[in-house]
């Protein structure tokens, strides 16, 4: 698996993807809660996100890759950073937004076989990626914002 380290190369077009730092208020305090999702294939725990389809636009196909990862709608918020960095070779771009959950179940795949609801600082130890928690950092200064 390509570490944050690694150059990404500048003379290919970028595969484009699109996720979002799902949130909802916990039930019993009210306190935000982070959505991760752990992807079997890779036996990572990330944000859902996901490769767009052709003529699909950034945000929508960041609500699609929810939906079909976690089984939840959400209403999406503030976009955050798009990050850019290597995937099996080539560079790989993506979008992201702060959305908050509104409906839905999740049913476990293939794809995506677990997903936890964590406190902020719960979900930043629990995720594979640095570059995945700087997301959460950036979701409580826009948090803090609204």
């Known amino acids: 698996m390509p570490t944050d380290e690694e150059p990404v190369p500048t003379d290919e077009q970028p595969v484009l993807a699109a996720g979002c730092v799902l949130w909802r208020r916990s039930p019993g305090d009210g306190a935000p809660q982070i959505c991760l999702v752990h992807r079997p294939k890779y036996d990572d725990w990330s944000h859902p996100k996901g490769k767009l389809k052709r003529?699909?636009?950034?945000?929508?196909?960041?609500?699609?890759?929810?939906?079909?990862?976690?089984?939840?709608?959400?209403?999406?918020?503030?976009?955050?950073?798009?990050?850019?960095?290597?995937?099996?070779?080539?560079?790989?771009?993506?979008?992201?937004?702060?959305?908050?959950?509104?409906?839905?179940r999740f049913v476990p795949s293939r794809e995506v076989d677990r997903v936890l609801w964590l406190a902020p600082e719960a979900a930043r130890a629990r995720l594979t990626q640095a570059r995945d928690r700087e997301l959460v950092d950036e979701f409580l200064a826009v948090l803090r914002r609204v």
Do not use: I, M, S
């Open 55 to 104: 003529g699909e636009g950034a945000l929508a196909g960041a609500l699609r890759e929810v939906e079909e990862e976690t089984g939840h709608r959400c209403a999406p918020g503030p976009r955050l950073t798009t990050l850019r960095y290597p995937a099996n070779g080539r560079p790989k771009q993506v979008d992201y937004w702060a959305a908050e959950a509104t409906e839905g």
